[in-house]
């Protein structure tokens, strides 16, 4: 007997197969403030969220809240205008339950972006950091509890969780686009609250070189199910500073949309060698 789990995907995308039935191979998770690379997509359909069957519905400002199918670069994809969030209230099931409907919709391959921290000390604003890896230890495992087999092991290995070989395209592409891109470890933290300055020499003393609240708990999800993936961060806020300034969440979105024109690039490039 299917679990609850499996009966609501299967649920879920028999609705979603109802409104749309090509096939998207590439899946994208747009950030706070990067919803623009939407308008680079030949749109073949939407779905908001709130008509999604077991969809939750994205709170914050900045997401749009919307499933976009459509083409990009030539490929067949799919796009999450607007993403969830442990600290929204949502269970990390629920956070990584839209990266289980691509799996099953046929995603292979995951782009995902967002707003970052910078605790690298040669960060600036307005960087993007290729994510080469992450630290999960501040956030909860959304593969708690019993495993579905049919979505992958019980023990899934991590040794590789952001594509080597999409790494390395990145970089290239970033080379003939003229980006001077970063790379280095994400750090996912719950939120809401902006980190303390205590917290963010924790976060560079244990190896992180930003720190964010999305992206951990939906890649776990993404590598569980077998989906390749590629992450970047836009730095827009600093945590490691002299001065003692605070950090708005209008600021991070001003800085997002700032950034934004250079990673709407690299994402259409990554998506055409995929």
Excluded: C, W
């Amino acid at each position: 007997m299917a679990s609850i789990l499996m009966r609501q995907l299967e649920e879920t995308i028999s609705f979603i197969r109802t409104e749309y039935s090509a096939t998207p191979k590439v899946g994208i998770i747009l950030g706070s403030g990067l919803g623009n690379l939407v308008q680079e997509i030949e749109i073949e359909k939407e779905i908001s969220y709130s008509r999604i069957p077991n969809f939750p519905v994205s709170t914050v400002e900045g997401h749009s809240g919307k499933l976009i199918f459509g083409r990009l670069s030539g490929q067949q994809v799919v796009v999450m205008a607007g993403r969830f969030h442990f600290y929204e209230g949502y269970t990390p099931q629920q956070v990584a339950f839209p990266v289980r409907v691509m799996k099953m919709l046929g995603v292979a391959t995951l782009l995902l972006s967002n707003a970052a921290g910078g605790v690298h000390p040669d960060f600036g604003i307005g960087d993007l950091m290729i994510i080469k890896d992450h630290i999960s230890l501040f956030t909860i495992n959304p593969l708690l509890g019993a495993n579905e087999d049919e979505l992958g092991p019980r023990f899934p290995d991590m040794s590789e969780p952001y594509a080597k070989a999409l790494i390395a395209k990145a970089k290239i592409i970033g080379e003939k686009l003229g980006y001077h891109l970063k790379e280095g470890v994400y750090t996912g933290v719950t939120g809401p609250t902006f980190e303390t300055h205590a917290e963010y020499r924790l976060i560079k003393a244990v190896g992180g070189d930003a720190v964010g609240m999305s992206t951990v708990q939906e890649v776990i999800a993404a590598r569980h199910a077998g989906i390749t993936v590629f992450a970047i961060s836009v730095i827009t806020d600093l945590g490691i500073r002299d001065e003692e300034n605070t950090i708005t969440h209008e600021e991070v979105l001003a800085a997002a949309k700032d950034a934004e024109p250079k990673l709407t690039m690299l994402f259409k490039e990554m998506v055409a060698v995929i």
